[in-house]
């Protein structure tokens, strides 16, 4: 399904705002000295002129453009292959930054040789105000200044060092499944979601073992149990969701249903036919159509497990097939 631009629907509280095909952004962005500017993609010229800085930025092919802004950011990078990690969060929060780098560093290592290799010569990554413990942007991802904050933490039970691992693992994941693998996110959110929680599995069974990705997998079932296991389905749009049967169902239901078969479809998906050329010193991919039937073999196999386990109508996934 596609909106057109100007008719788009109130954004639900939960889940993402928008999707979109992927394109080329090239954007300048004009702002005061002081702010740190920290956008998707590459800055290609900054000047500074009257108090005010210019930045030109480019990223893609990408499916959006994410800009964050702040007078109190500081970084701290890392280098994985081609690819700098930048973290960003006010000073304070520098600790946490650290740790974002860190296993920023491990997720884009481990996903770089498990899937095709991320495709940017940039990843960003800021600490926000986000009511989601983390979001996914092309080439950037902001996760929620509770996970730096040791005053002030998601939970007081838990150390921040954990939801910083599991939510930097998820969202870098992100960077394949939602950017290179495109999916509606606000029809089908699970698809996207769901494979990234497999991803994460990955994460830590490459990390840390088998023992440390199953007790990562409970964290889905922990979830699911949320709604008393209620067989919601799981292919519904974000709006079909109420209160919380998007966590438990998107993130708990859908991903416990690559656990029950994962042998049937990480062949496919871990297996690419083509590699996305390297991106250039621009940010930007040489070869604007990356992967074409790594995405279609894919996607196909997804909705294959989808509809064995009858998560989505025959009609359903025969039209959506059928438009690859
Ligand atoms: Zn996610």
Same mark, same amino acid.
């Given at each position: 399904?596609?909106t ?7 954004a ?14 090239? *954007? ?8 740190? *500017?920290?956008?998707?993609g590459?800055?290609l010229?900054e ?27 500081? *970084?701290?990078?890392?280098?994985v ?20 780098a860190a ?25 926000t ?10 080439g ?15 939970n007081?039970? *838990?150390p921040?060092?954990?939801y ?19 999916n ?25 073992g ?24 799981i ?9 919380a ?7 708990g ?7 029950r ?15 996305i050329?390297?991106a250039?010193t621009?940010?930007?991919?040489s070869a604007?159509?990356?992967?074409a ?14 509809l064995?386990?009858g ?14």
């Open positions: 399904m596609t057109k631009a100007g008719t788009l629907p109130p639900s509280e939960q889940g993402d705002a928008t999707y979109s095909d992927a394109a080329f952004y090239h *954007v300048t962005v004009t702002a005061d000295d002081e702010q740190v *500017v920290v956008g998707s590459v800055a010229s000047t500074s002129a009257d108090g005010q800085q210019t930045i030109e930025l480019a990223i893609g092919p990408a499916r959006d453009f994410y800009l964050a802004i702040s007078p109190r950011y500081e *970084v701290v990078s890392r280098t292959g081609e690819t700098t990690i930048n973290s960003y969060a006010p000073a304070e929060f520098m600790a946490g930054a650290e740790d974002a296993f920023a560093t491990d997720a884009l290592r481990l996903f770089n040789e498990r899937f095709e290799p991320y495709p940017y010569t940039e990843l960003d990554i800021v600490a105000s986000t009511l989601a413990l983390g979001i996914e942007y092309p950037i991802i902001a996760i929620t200044l509770h996970e730096y904050d040791p005053d002030d933490p998601v007081p039970n *838990v921040n060092q954990i910083m691992e599991t939510t930097t693992a998820h969202e870098v994941a992100h960077q394949w499944f939602y950017n290179m693998v495109g509606d996110q606000l029809d089908e959110p699970w698809l996207d979601e769901a494979v990234t929680q497999y991803a994460t599995y990955l994460y830590y069974l490459d990390m840390y088998e023992q440390a990705a199953n007790e990562y997998k409970g964290s889905w079932n922990g979830r699911f149990s949320r709604v008393d296991n209620e067989p919601i389905p292919g519904l749009p974000v709006s079909a969701y109420q209160g049967e998007y966590s438990a169902i998107i993130y239901r859908g991903s416990c249903s690559w656990k078969s994962p042998g049937r479809w990480s062949k496919p998906l871990l297996t690419p036919s083509s590699r050329t390297s250039n621009n940010g930007a991919s604007p159509k990356p992967s039937n790594w995405r279609k073999r894919t996607v196909s196999a997804i909705w294959k497990i989808c064995k386990n998560y989505i109508s025959d009609q359903i996934a025969i039209l959506d097939i059928a438009n690859l």
